[in-house]
């Protein structure tokens, strides 16, 4: 269906613009215009001054709306957890399966592969956050889930879903060479619940490691005569680095702080949503552990945080107002960047003419008001 969307002021390169047609064709967009002849012999939205901007592109997603991937990776897991989220502007998003047994990786790897052939709105592919992590920085990973990455589990990551795999590893619990053959293979491979060295770390990204999986949390920090991940990810200046801005998981100084040390367009925002986003009910289990939401925050009942309770709305306002980022460069860390990361720049995450026709319509706030994905509207 071709609509051409007027009247609105539409997030591009140069920030947000009024005067500008936006028309999609069937799944993409086919202009981005400030000829009004455009819009003839279209059907048109009307956005009265509203914001028009890319959907947003949530790589961390471990449920919502009652539901938790890893309690049931099924097609109709994912298609509910992209039916929530897609109320707060995400259009596409990696469901993600937090460390379990290799059988429900295989398991959820299969749902992914099979969304994403039915059709299933927004789903990308797959974020495999574990098992192979380290348990000193495991969060709230389940112990007994956790191993080394060894050959036997190659075959299994690189399994095709269709989409995007992002794989969360410590670099110190698998070889560089694996590392190295998994992102040849075209996974993408982030550091995450990892205790490795700066050192260690900087191998990693010699060997094809792109990504950080969120930034401070779950990894070594930086002290003075060992700069750890978090010294890695913010002197090496190509890779990207996620973060939950929720205003719990890490201080906003010390986000202020990572945002001085690399280009804007190195971070990605992400929820990391549990059930509880977009959901009355507010608590939930993990992994057999009982998590329940205190005060806006995921916490078990040692008050180890579990993943979070924001959604992507939430979190890019969060980015205005606590970490004094601007409303443009805060839409493009929950858009832009993260398809970048992802290598789906030209198709995800921008408002121009041959991307996707991944739509949120938000008022000032930025409240979300209206999703469209692939040029339908929810
Ligand atoms: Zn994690």
Not at 57 to 64: C, S, T
Not at 169 to 183: D, G, H
Not at 241 to 262: E, F, N, Q, T, W
Not at 280 to 289: I, P, S, T, Y
Request: hydrophobic share 40%; net charge negative.
């Amino acid at each position: 269906m071709a609509v051409a969307f007027v009247n609105g002021r539409v997030l591009t390169d140069a920030g947000l613009e009024e005067g500008l047609t936006v028309v999609t064709g069937s799944a993409h967009i086919a202009s981005v215009t400030r000829d009004v002849r455009a819009a003839k012999n279209v059907e048109k939205v009307d956005l009265d001054g509203k914001l028009l901007l890319p959907g947003f592109v949530d790589i961390q997603v471990n449920g919502g709306g009652g539901v938790l991937f890893n309690d049931k990776p099924t097609v109709e897991s994912i298609e509910a957890i992209g039916r929530v989220h897609r109320r707060f502007g995400t259009t596409a998003f990696l469901p993600t399966l937090v460390s379990d047994d290799l059988s429900v990786v295989d398991e959820a790897i299969s749902a992914t592969r099979d969304a994403i052939a039915a059709g299933v709105p927004g789903v990308l592919g797959i974020h495999i956050e574990g098992p192979f992590l380290n348990e000193e920085r495991k969060g709230v990973h389940d112990a007994s889930k956790i191993r080394y990455l060894d050959e036997d589990a190659f075959e299994l990551l690189t399994r095709p879903t269709g989409g995007k795999t992002l794989l969360t590893l410590a670099p110190e619990k698998t070889t560089p060479r694996m590392i190295r053959a998994l992102t040849d293979a075209g996974v993408v491979v982030s550091a995450g619940h990892t205790n490795a060295t700066y050192a260690e770390v900087r191998t990693a990204l010699d060997n094809g490691l792109t990504g950080f999986t969120h930034l401070f949390n779950a990894m070594s920090p930086i002290a003075v005569r060992e700069p750890g991940v978090v010294g890695a990810a913010l002197d090496d200046q190509d890779s990207w680095c996620s973060v939950i801005v929720d205003g719990y998981h890490v201080d906003p100084v010390v986000l202020r702080l990572a945002l001085r040390c690399k280009r804007p367009d190195r971070f990605v925002l992400v929820t990391d949503a549990m059930p509880s986003v977009g959901s009355e009910e507010k608590a939930f289990n993990l992994l057999g552990r009982r998590i329940t939401v205190r005060d806006g925050v995921c916490v078990g009942d040692d008050g180890t945080l579990a993943g979070s309770n924001i959604d992507m709305a939430t979190a890019v306002r969060n980015t205005i107002r606590l970490l004094k980022v601007g409303t443009a460069d805060s839409i493009r860390m929950a858009s832009q960047y993260p398809s970048e990361f992802l290598g789906l720049s030209g198709n995800y995450g921008r408002i121009a003419a041959g991307y996707r026709a991944n739509i949120a319509i938000a008022d000032d706030e930025l409240k979300v008001l209206e999703t469209w994905i692939d040029g339908s509207p929810s």
